[in-house]
């Protein structure tokens, strides 16, 4: 009986095997030829002849006892693996496990919130273009006039416009609301437009005339955010 010490190189595993059995190896170890690791060797097709792959290290220092032509005895058991490899790879793969699942947590979270977001700027523009536009209809449906001499607008004693606390002049353009609240036009129209409600009475002048406008969707939702 003896065991073949080969090289790894130069031929595939499958044809160092086949060789060794043909010269009636009972086991055929091959060291590494470039690093201390070993690798899993391919050789289907080499029977039972049991083929093991050691460190070049290894094979080395069996290869100098054989060059001093002294006997080596090998045997070649199954090995188990060792407990602190099993509790590496078990580690590894927990640390694995746990970074995939985290990844997929935050990638979901990411998408959903921005798609939460994109939802409700959406929904957000959506219902400033229809309250800017119950704005400008509100304000269109708004009596207005001209004052001339000889009003009540005109007269010391009537109210200001509270806008820009002037008293109202002939050919000045007023607006009345529906409070019966009057300010000059050129005032309180940038007011309505943003506010749309009355600047002394806080009255809502899209109510008043009948245009409702639905609040905006989701905001208390999204505010969690
Ligand atoms: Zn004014
Ligand atoms: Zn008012």
Excluded at 82 to 100: A, E, Q
Aim: aromatic residues 8%; charged residues 20%.
């Amino acid at each position: 009986h003896w065991v073949a010490l080969l090289q790894r190189g130069n031929c595939t595993f499958k044809e160092k095997i086949l060789k060794a059995s043909a010269y009636n190896a009972s086991a055929v170890l091959v060291y590494n030829n470039s690093t201390e690791k070993t690798v899993k060797m391919g050789h289907d097709g080499t029977g039972d002849t049991v083929a093991v792959m050691i460190t070049e290290a290894y094979g080395r220092e069996i290869l100098s006892h054989l060059e001093r032509n002294l006997t080596v005895l090998v045997s070649v058991v199954v090995g188990q693996r060792g407990p602190t490899k099993n509790i590496n790879r078990g580690s590894l793969v927990f640390v694995s496990i746990s970074f995939i699942v985290l990844m997929i947590i935050s990638s979901a979270w990411l998408i959903f919130y921005f798609i939460q977001k994109i939802r409700y700027t959406n929904a957000r523009d959506r219902s400033q273009r229809r309250l800017g536009d119950a704005a400008k209809k509100a304000i269109g449906k708004l009596t207005t006039r001209t004052v001339k001499k000889g009003d009540k607008e005109i007269d010391p004693d009537f109210n200001h416009c509270a806008v820009c606390i002037e008293g109202y002049q002939p050919n000045d353009v007023v607006r009345i609301l529906p409070c019966k609240h009057v300010f000059h036009k050129m005032c309180v129209d940038p007011w309505l437009n943003e506010h749309c409600t009355c600047p002394m009475c806080k009255l809502n002048i899209l109510k008043a005339l009948g245009i409702m406008v639905s609040p905006p969707q989701n905001t208390s939702q999204t505010h969690t955010f």
